[in-house]
T-cell receptor
Framework: RKEVEQDPGPFNVPEGATVAFNCTYS??????FFWYRQDCRKEPKLLMS???SGNEDGRFTAQLNRASQYISLLIRDSKLSDSATYLC???????????FGKGTSLLVTP | SQTIHQWPATLVQPVGSPLSLECTVE??????LYWYRQAAGRGLQLLFY??????ISSEVPQNLSASRPQDRQFILSSKKLLLSDSGFYLC???????????FGAGSRLTVL
């Protein structure tokens, strides 16, 4: 089982839609969780951390379910500029390295 | 804030040729440094990490090596490239006490 698995995508949604991505992780000892955004042929950039109580940043909401070992990202009122690949990231076994999912591609269309 | 410089940005190399990718960091001291590779259609794979000068840990067996000759310099090398070495190589830093990784702009390698 891969350490971090994400929805395969791609997700094609119209502007203004709400879209949700899920991610599961295998290491129950993981402590830190993140969503990164990666634009085409660019480096990944931190979108938001994910906290146990859930957290929101504008149109983006992240949630963590430790019992089921999954995290989610909800994007409301999608914009064209949200088109990107979203990477789920979880701390590894020793905590020093972060494990990345393969990413879910989102395309927001006019 | 920290700045990460990677070069070259793009390179095309023949199979069997050597490789040297460099990463330098500004704006912080004693960072944890990482080399990741992103191959086409695959996720980010951790190759090496370093917690200090001369301290390198390898995550996967391969024909690549890494060195950290200075606190803010991290070098990825190969003596003989393979076709499978093609990919997007990303240097990242993690500030001590934090878990967030910040990436450089990457070096895109094509091995022909």
């Amino acid at each position: 089982r891969k350490e971090v698995e994400q929805d395969p995508g791609p997700f094609n949604v119209p502007e203004g839609a709400t879209v949700a991505f899920n991610c599961t992780y295998s290491n129950s000892a993981s402590q830190s969780f993140f969503w990164y955004r990666q634009d085409c042929r660019k480096e990944p950039k931190l979108l938001m951390s994910v906290y146990s109580s859930g957290n929101e940043d504008g149109r983006f909401t992240a949630q963590l379910n430790r019992a089921s070992q999954y995290i989610s990202l909800l994007i409301r009122d999608s914009k064209l500029s949200d088109s990107a690949t979203y990477l789920c990231v979880v701390t590894g076994w020793a905590g020093y390295a972060l494990n990345f999912g393969k990413g879910t591609s989102l395309l927001v269309t006019p | 804030s920290q700045t990460i410089h990677q070069w070259p940005a793009t390179l095309v190399q023949p199979v069997g040729s050597p490789l040297s990718l460099e990463c330098t960091v500004e704006g912080t001291s004693n960072p944890n440094l990482y080399w990741y590779r992103q191959a086409a259609g695959r996720g980010l794979q951790l190759l090496f990490y370093s917690v200090g000068i001369g301290q390198i840990s390898s995550e996967v067996p391969q024909n690549l090596s890494a060195s950290r000759p200075q606190d803010r310099q991290f070098i990825l090398s190969s003596k003989k490239l393979l076709l499978s070495d093609s990919g997007f190589y990303l240097c990242a830093i993690r500030i001590t006490g934090a878990n967030v990784l910040t990436f450089g702009a990457g070096s895109r390698l094509t091995v022909l």
